[in-house]
Structure formats: C-alpha cells, structure tokens
C-alpha cells in the first residue's frame, strides 16, 4: 500500500507545474439537427476561435468532421445529452499549419490543456509513408492531460510505405514531443487506445515528461508487417507508466526469425531518461513484454507479462544510451514465454528476463523476487547484475549466468 500511495504522490509533484489558475466561460458546441440544449456554436472549431484562455468547451454528441488545433489553455469535454455521451470526432486529414505531422487534434505551444470523454478517429487519412506523421492527439511542446477518450484509427492507409527500422514507424494513437528547449507534462489516463500502425502512445524528447496510466491499449501484432509498440518512451523523455493494460499480437504462421524482425512489444523504452517507472502494467501477447535499451535509474516492477513468442518476458539492452545502470527490476510475474526450441538456445530468447552482453555497460542493477512460470530459463544476465530471491517454475534453465552470447548457452532440450 505504501508503495502505491507514493508513486501518487509522485504523480502529483510531477503534474503540478501543469497546472495554472484561468477564469473562464464554458461554451456549447452541437450539430445542427441534434439534441443539444443551450448550444452556441455548430462546430467545434467556432467554438476554439472565439475562446479565451481558460474556457470549457462541452461538445454535445454527434460526429464533428472537423481537425482541430489549439494554442492556447482550455478544456474541451464530451457530455452526455438523453442518455447518449458518445462524441466523434473524425476529419479528412490534411495538412494543417504547415506542421510535420497530422492529427486530429494537435495541441501546440501552450499549457494546460484539457481533453476528456472524446472519440477521436484518424481513420480518414491518406498517409502512405512515413512523411507526414500521423496521429490521433499530437501534443507539441505543449503540456496538459487526454483522459477517458478513445483514439483509434491512426493507421497509415498504405502501412508498407513506411520503413520498418527504429527510431522510424508512423501512425501513433498519442504523439508527445517537442521542437524546442523546456519542461512540457503530458498525462494520458484512463483512455482506449488501438487501431494504430506503429505506436499506441509515443513520448520523445528531452524536457518531455508523461504518466501513462489506466489505458487500454490495443495492437495487432506482427501480422501488420511492422514494428508496434503499445507505450514507446525515447530519446530523453521520462515516464511514468502504471496500471495499463496491453495486448499486441503473437507470431502464428510467420516463421521465428521473421517476427522477429517484424516484432511487437508491449512497453518499449529507448535512452529513456533518469527515474523513469514502469509499475504495475499487464502486458498479453507480444514478441516481447518489456524492451529496454538504454536507462539509469529506472525501476520495472509489480508487472505481468504473459504470453510472449519469439523473445523474452523483458529483453534488457544498454546499446541506444551506452549504459544501462542504477536500476531495479523487480516483483514481477511472467508466465508463458516459449517456445523452447533451437532459437532459445542461440540467442537466449524464451527466457523470463533476458539481459543482452556486450551492449553497453551494465552495473549498480538489482533483479530481485521476479517470478517466471513456463519459459525456456528464468533469467539469461550477466554477471555484474545482482540477481536474488527468483521464484522460477517449469524453467528448463532457472539461470544463465554468461558473457558467450550466442553462442554458449545450454541447447533447448526438454529432459
């Protein structure tokens, strides 16, 4: 309990900087044609343009064809009119400001920012590569919070246009990043999340801070032909990513060393940046249930990962940022991690937590009272990390302590 009670109180120093004091109006958007007491505005777009700092804009339900941008603090909110609270908003995207990506909703240069209860489709697009962007809600160096919202639909309308090889990908439920130098919080909470090509939600960038919390995040695996992400935290930016639940997709008919390369993972996190948190998420169906490449004090615990293919429950790796170090991985539970087959062997994968040698430098890291039921080992790692107190279940290898990747590793042969 004390654990949770301070990671909240966390969240709340962390968002407290966003939030600043604005005495404004609330004004009324409804289609014309439908229920919508007091209206004043027919679309949503009238409505931002004649708002001040600070005004509410409560959409009545209906289906709004309209690409909104925002500059400014204000809170837009979907109601519920007779019973009825499903507000959808979905444009034909163009270019919108000249900006590098398009969105349904962009939120550039500004602060506290409000979406909440709004179904936001990027569906009618015409992205074919990975120029422009795509997004559902793209938040520019801006700050705020998108909660109880579903985004859906950011998938490229020709997917192979785009290149498969990271940092690249396109088509991104929630985009956060930013063009210049400063302190910009986002908070996606409590939304559903899916229909996307590449990421389900996307922070980038030093200066960038987010708590992702309480989504549903949905893919479809590495049927799609790409790299999918569900929660992809790169380049500097901090996160906190806490009670979500994620499911991509397994491999079925494509071959091991194909998925690999075509691969989704549940949380994905790149040179990600100091104090970074990944606690208590479930992660369902994935090439890989948590990849790390590069960090320093990042903590992974308290999560359940199951029913990966291909690679491991974890794959740890220092290679984008040179280190990983400071960090603990602990308390969490993976189970169904396979199969246990000749590519377990060669490379390690199949195991409950996989820490790749020779990428970086590893040290000051704790993996301690994880819990791996079904996998080819316990945990694959190298000898400067401090491993203790492992519960390991039907684990054909409980550990595997070598710096010989690939090659040296017991073969994957079942007793």
Known sequence: MSKRIGLCYLNLLFFASVAVSYGGQTRIVGEPGTPCPNAQYTTITAAISAASPGDVIEICPALYAEQLLITMPLTLRGIEVNGVKRTLIKPTLTDVGGLPTEAVITVMNTNSVSIEDLAIDASQNTV?????????????NSSGTLQH????????????????NLPFGNGTGVLVDTSQSGSFHVAVNNNSIHGYTAYGVEATGAGVTTEVNGNTISGAGPSIGFFQFGIFILNGAVAQITD???????????????????????????????????????IDRAQSGIFINGANRLRVTNNQI?????????????????VFTNSIIEGNSISHVGPINQNASSDEEGCGINEYSGTGTFSGNQIAANTVNDAYCGIAHVTTDHVEFGSYFNTLYTELNSDDYPTSFPAAVEP
């Not at 422009?132 to 520019?140: I, Q, S």
């Not at 950011?154 to 290149?163: D, I, K, M, N, V």
């Open 306 to 322: 199951r029913n990966i293919d291909a690679m491991s429950g974890m794959d740890v790796q220092a290679s984008a940022s040179g």
């Open 149 to 164: 919202s579903a985004i859906l639909g950011a998938h490229l309308a020709t997917p192979s246009g785009c290149s498969t």
């Open 244 to 282: 979500n639940v994620i499911t991509e997709g397994l491999c079925g008919s494509i071959s091991i060393a194909n998925c690999i390369n075509q691969r989704s993972e549940g949380v994905t996190l790149r040179a990600v940046g100091d104090g970074t948190v990944v606690d208590s998420n479930i």
């Open 128 to 140: 074919t590569s990975c120029s422009p962007g795509l997004a559902g809600v793209h938040f520019l």
